[in-house]
Structure formats: C-alpha cells, structure tokens
C-alpha cells in the first residue's frame, strides 16, 4: 500500500454508454486485498481508527486501495447528482394480474391475494417443503392443531435453539406470555367460525406500520430476531446477542444483516418474517439461508416507525417460506395511506396462471453474472435453461456499467446516511464500549466519508438509473445471481469481537445494490445447493412498481426447483400431529 493515488475517473455522459452485448465497458471485480481479521487484531485496529491523526491516515490509504477515491470522492462525472432513488407512477402493463382496489383495508389486500393463489401442494411429492400461511389457516380452521398449541411448540423450538447444543441465536428477545396470549386469541377467533384475515387485534401503539399492518389481518408476532448490529454486515455475527448459525449448517454464517430472520424461517419456526433491506440486507440472508427475500419499490411500503438508519436506501422487506407468503405478507404491508390520485397501481399476480405468461425478457450481463463462484455460476445457468424449457423465456444478454462504482457509490451513501442520523442523537452520547469492535471500525470508516464524495455517489446514482430505465425498454427483469459464494464458515474467534471480512462480504453483496441504491424491486429464490449442501439463490431484478411480475418469475422458479429442494439440519415441525 502506498499513499500515490492514480489519477481519477472521468466518467463520459450516461448516453454515450453502450449498453450492449458487446460493449467495450470494463468490468472490475471488487478490489478487496485487506484479510480477514477476528479477535485481538479487530480490536487493535478499531483503537487506530479512533485515534484522531493516526486513524485518519489508515482510512486515506484504505479507501484508495479499494478505489473508492479513485472511481467515487475525486471522480469528474457530468450528471448533476440525484439524492432520492424515487419512481413516478408508470402505467406499464403487467401480465396476469387482479388490481387491488385503493380504498381496500390490508385484510380485504390478503383476502384478493389468496384467491390469486394455485392449490396448496400434495404433501407427498417429492422434495421438502416448509409449512406455508394457507397450511397453518387449514389446520387451524380444520381444528385439529390450535394456535396455542403451535405457540407452545414454538417455545420449545426457540428454547432448543438457544440451548448450548445449537446456540443458534434466532431472537434478540421475545415474550412467552404475550406470544401464549395471541395465540388464545387467534385460536379463539378460529372457534367462533372468525376468519384469520378479518379478525381485529388489540392496537399497538408501539408497532411499526408495516407490523400493524400484519397485526390486523390477524398475525401471531412471535418476537424481535437478531441481526448483525445496526446493520452493519453481512455476516450476522453480533457479539452482544449471539451469532446466528445458519440451519443448513450450524458451523456455518447465516448471512446479515436479517440474520435471525431468514434462520426462523429456514427452521420453519414462522413462515413469514421482517427484515430492513439497506443493502441486501433481507434477500442476502434469504439467499444463504435458502427461502425467500423480497424488497419492494422504495415507498411501496410504509417507512414509519423504522430506524432512519440509512434514508434513501432503506427498506422494510419479507422473507418468507415460498413466494406465496411473500405475496400474502406483501398484500397485507403495502401502504395505501396516501391520496388515491396519488397511489401507484397495486396488481396482485395471479399465480395460477404463471405458466401462460409469454414474452418474458431476462437481461443477464455476463461478466457480471458469472463473477460468482463455479457451483453458485452452474446453478444459476440451469436454472435459466429450465426457465426456457419450461415456459419458453428469453434471456437477453446485455452490459450493466460501473457496477463496481454503484457498489461503492452506494457504500459511501449507506455510510455517510448512518453517521449522520445515528452521531448527534445517538453516538455522542454512547460509550464506545457499548458498540461492537467490527461495527466500531465500520463507523470510523462511514464518519470519514466527505461532502464530495457524497455528492459524487449521488451523481453515479442518475448514471445508473439512467442504465437501468434503459435496459427496462426491452427487459422484463435483470437475472443475476443473489450472491457471489454460498454461507462461509463462522469461525469461534469473531464470536466476541465480530469480523473484518471484506473479501466473503464484498462477494456476498455483489449483486444486491442497484435494488436500493435505485429503489427498484428484488426478489430472490433458491434454485440449487453447492457441493457442501447450502443453499443459492437467483435473484430477479424488476421496473419500478412491477412487483406482481417478479412475483411470478419467482414462483415460476420455486416451482420448477421444487422437486430438489432439501431440509435443513436444523428443522422444526409446528404443524405435527403428534404431540
């Protein structure tokens, strides 16, 4: 390392871009030389950031190895900058689909979603599958199994789980009396012949919109999950409430920062949970974990009562068991508060009819795409082939520019938005001590982000919508993989201090931004296990407000990749009949 910069990035106008199969733009794969450090060194370093001078210096030559000065602070870029990644209404057309009316309340949203929803699927067909929404409401309306006792057998899950013989570290908290006690009332409402949907909660004040929103259609809230601290990594390690293991492999990351809950959801402890998705914080965790993640269009759901971590780029989002409780769960979420000359038009897709969608364009940017490792590259070409065996779906190939500049672009925007809403309200008044050493470090590094190179970001954020709108003229979906390498080994020496593990972290979120970075809507979904058995997942990139035709996409995925999907390690059955 050396303190010589190369010369900045002039970067030619957005429309002078070739956006081709073959263009001349150069792809640069994340340039992340520092090793991994746990331990004593994480500590170490942290204590040099926070030293005025000395921190200062170590920042400068960090972020020009890893060319954030070079291609983001000092770059020469002609756009102006764009601070919001907002979507006017467009009237695209979408393929079969129902249109949920303005006016209708989140429980007559789920009502329309579930009619849009295919038969429930024959238990004894090959390949496992997790209990879904509409398996939970059978057996519930059927009275065989109960809410309380699901909710009981849900306790000794967790209890299981947090034991010294799996230390899985699912939930940061959760309250046993109050889960006991929605599931009386859930299950009383089912005795009264009450529909699950339409049933009407206790308020909670205390609840953000999109929880309320879940509780008034009736849903069990089981608890807060774990998640790598402030959402500040990918891994999900948190050295204050444990590292969630992943059940596919409890020696094995979980993926972040939603950690605990794509674990809960793999584990089949709930077929639904939330997640805040900055950065791919939901659909990597999906990804590693093997369910579902979806992030809708920014503004799609309610932002009110989340931490206003990172403002332009955060999202709430869903993972879920199979895309139809994404889509239920989504139904029920979607924030319909405004003006109704205002609202974006919500379709709801009719999965019964994926299988007759034709015309479906995929853009897929080779280098890109296949920068990933050789089994992740192997499942997600198959399940490309299958996708046009089975319903005759194109790929398209094409160029999507300066990812590597979009990573870091949106790295300096993430930072930058963290520092400054957490340092006055939060930060100045926390002892350090109170904070994990990794996040510690990645707060040094967010703080040191200057004006410049924030308005930088924000101009290579108009390059790529630009790109994206472009792309969207003659593509459905962008298709890449969701991450670069499967769930990595969680090593014991991070356990209390957190890790610094650029390279596994930069490969994790490599196909993650242009969804929050841009406020476009992503979806991911396993189509397929590496040579150790964990999950990869595809992800499907879409136009603003186009949710219904991700959906499909996904679905049409799960379907065709049913067959092969495995059980996890660690797996519960909350729908047993034996006691």
């Known amino acids: 390392m050396g303190l010589v910069c190369s010369a900045p990035k002039v970067y030619k106008p957005a429309a002078e871009v070739d956006l081709g199969p073959d263009s001349d733009e150069h792809y640069i794969s994340p340039n992340v030389k520092a090793p991994r450090v746990a331990g004593l060194p994480v500590k170490m370093f942290a204590w040099v950031l926070e030293t005025p001078v000395l921190g200062s210096v170590v920042l400068y030559v960090l972020k020009k190895d890893n060319l954030v000065n070079k291609l983001v602070s000092d770059a020469d870029i002609p756009e102006p900058p764009l601070f919001t990644p907002t979507h006017t209404w467009q009237d695209i057309p979408e393929q079969n689909v129902s249109l949920a009316k303005p006016g209708w309340s989140p429980a007559e949203r789920v009502e329309e979603a579930v ?70 009332e859930s299950t009383l409402r089912y005795q009264q012949g009450g529909t699950s ?136 979420m979607v924030d319909q508060s405004g003006p109704a000359h205002s609202q974006p038009q919500l379709n709801l897709p009719l999965l019964t009819s994926t299988h007759s969608m034709p015309n479906i364009r995929l853009a897929r940017y080779g280098k890109w795409f296949d920068d990933s490792s050789e089994d992740i590259r192997g499942c997600c070409d198959k399940a490309l082939q299958i996708l046009r065996a089975h319903y005759g779906w194109e790929t398209v190939d094409v160029t999507v520019p300066e990812v590597e500049e979009m990573r870091l672009a949106h790295y300096v925007t993430m930072g930058s938005e963290c520092s400054a809403s957490l340092a006055t309200k939060y930060l100045d008044k926390l002892d350090k001590s109170e904070i994990g050493w990794d996040v510690r470090i ?71 931004i242009a969804g929050n970075f841009l406020g476009l809507p992503a979806i991911t979904v396993t189509v397929g296990y590496d040579r150790g058995g964990l999950p990869v997942g595809l992800q499907f990139i879409g136009r603003p407000w186009a949710e219904a035709t991700l959906l499909h996409l996904a679905y049409a995925m799960q379907e065709a990749c049913s067959k092969s999907c495995r059980k996890p390690m660690v797996s519960f059955d909350l729908l047993s009949k034996k006691e």
């Open 442 to 512: 990645a707060l040094s590094a967010y703080g040191s982000f200057s004006s410049r190179a924030y308005l930088n970001a924000q101009r290579i954020r108009n390059r790529q919508m630009y790109f994206h709108n472009k792309i969207f003229e003659t593509a459905d979906a962008i298709v890449t993989p969701m991450t670069g390498v499967t769930a990595y080994a969680l090593q014991d020496d991070a356990l209390r201090t957190g890790e610094l593990d650029y390279i596994n972290a930069a490969a994790i979120s490599r196909y993650s």
């Open 115 to 184: 009619g849009c929803l295919p038969g429930l699927a024959d238990p004894s067909s090959p390949g496992f599958r997790r209990w879904t929404i509409r398996d939970f409401t059978k057996a519930y309306t059927s009275g065989e199994i109960t809410p309380v006792m699901v909710a009981r057998r849900f306790l000794a899950a967790v209890e299981e789980c947090s034991g010294p013989d799996l230390n899985m570290a699912l939930f940061i908290s959760y309250d046993p009396e109050d889960i006991l006690r929605q599931a009386e």
């Open 197 to 332: 949907w339409l049933g009407k909660m206790r308020p909670c004040v205390a609840d953000a919109a999109c929880v309320a929103q879940l509780r008034a259609c009736g849903a069990v809230l089981a608890g807060k999950t774990n998640m790598h601290e402030l959402g500040a990594g990918t891994s999900g390690i948190n050295p204050h409430h444990g590292s969630t293991r992943n059940p596919y492999h409890t020696a094995r990351v979980s993926g972040g920062s939603s950690s605990g809950s794509a674990a809960a959801v793999c584990a089949g402890l709930c077929p639904v949970a939330l997640g805040a998705d900055g950065g791919g914080s939901v659909r990597m965790p999906a990804a590693l974990c093997g369910v579902v993640g979806f992030k809708p269009t920014a503004g799609r759901l309610s932002n009110s009562g989340l931490l206003p971590l990172n403002w332009t780029v955060g999202v709430p989002g869903i993972l879920a068991a199979t895309v139809e409780d994404a889509l239920v769960a989504y139904a029920a």
